[in-house]
């Protein structure tokens, strides 16, 4: 693949490695540190003059950190005249800020952040961004610039059917209404039937209530959601699932987050396994909750990666989730 350049951010350099193994391609050199005052210093190690350039950085860890880390990488090889520079954002960061969802006296002072990171995005310099499974999809009306909106749909479809033996007698769960659309497409793909979990908030990351809406009894329950943050919201509703007569229950998300106390509610929680791909990082993670395993979207981003830089669809294969 002539012309093409290939750079990791610090936030995730495993998935990085692995999406240039499957290119055939070695990573760029570059050298990020911090100043003793915390500014963030970046040095590109090589030319990348008339080169179409991907940056690979997930939303994760210390996020801002590394969106500024990802803005000057960006920034540095757009002034270093590359080409073109995309964007390669496994989990897109502040997605869940992604309108004024605030009630009371305070609802117009809420901020709208993801579109904050859009924009400084695109002031940066990059030319194309490539993410994966979006909060909220109309993320990508926030871009002037094209977005591949990519989904982990196929990779959860083979792991599905590789991993659970009585897949054919599961139910598809959603733990929101807002995932409705995402779990239907799933069922359809293996002729099962699914259910949905109304939730109703107190608070941000505090469920006050569940209503299951659909029949679980004597079936496999499989919760499939975008992310989990607390994991507040899926092991509630783990238990309900249970309550109503489910067999088992595993969880898919795409973006395992897991902070403050997820990872001991999921040790606690009647999961048969929860499942993530490795937009962030797992493997610290997985030593503390055995419950834990991972789907490899490397396979996906290299694709996606490859054909972007052809000229070929990327959207044709990946971003079409029928409804």
């Known amino acids: 693949m002539p012309n093409i350049v290939l750079f990791s951010g ?26 003793s005052n915390q500014e963030t210093s970046v040095e590109i190690g090589e030319s990348v003059r008339g080169e179409d350039v991907y940056i690979i950085q997930s939303g994760c860890g210390e996020i801002n950190d590394n969106l500024m880390e990802l803005l000057i990488m960006i920034n540095a090889c757009k002034i270093a005249s590359s080409s073109r520079v995309t964007a390669v954002i496994p989990c897109f960061p ?7 969802d605030k009630v009371g006296k305070n609802c117009s002072r809420a901020p709208i952040s993801a579109k904050l990171v859009a924009n400084m995005l695109s002031v940066a310099g990059a030319d194309h961004i490539i993410t994966m499974d979006l909060h909220a999809s109309q993320i990508q009306g926030f871009f002037d610039i094209p977005v591949d909106n990519l989904y982990a749909e196929p990779a959860v479809l083979q792991w599905i059917k590789e991993n659970i033996v009585e897949w054919r007698n599961c139910i598809i769960v959603s733990p929101d209404a807002g995932g409705a659309k995402r779990v239907t497409s799933i ?14 908030r107190k608070k941000a990351n505090e469920v006050d209530r569940m209503v299951l809406v659909g029949d679980v009894k004597d079936r496999v329950a499989i919760l499939v959601d975008d992310m989990a943050d607390t994991c507040g919201t899926i092991c509630h509703a783990a238990d309900k699932l249970v309550s109503a007569g489910a067999t088992k229950v595993y969880a898919i998300l795409t973006h395992g987050i897991f902070s403050g106390p997820a ?22 993670k997985m030593k503390h909750c055995p419950k834990i395993q991972f789907i490899d979207i490397s396979m996906i981003l290299a694709e996606a990666i490859r054909r972007t830089h052809n000229g070929e669809s990327v959207s044709y294969l990946f971003s079409h989730v029928p409804l």
């Open 94 to 100: 502040y997605a869940r800020q992604d309108k004024k």
């Open 187 to 200: 069922a359809d793909r293996l002729n099962v039937e699914f259910a949905l979990i109304h939730k109703e």
């Open 263 to 284: 990872l001991s509610r999921i040790n606690n929680a009647s999961f048969e396994a929860v499942v993530v791909t490795n937009t962030i990082p797992q493997e610290e």
């Open 10 to 35: 610090s936030s995730h350099h495993d998935l990085s490695q692995r999406v240039a193994d499957r290119l055939g391609l070695e990573l760029g050199k570059v050298v990020t540190k911090k100043f």
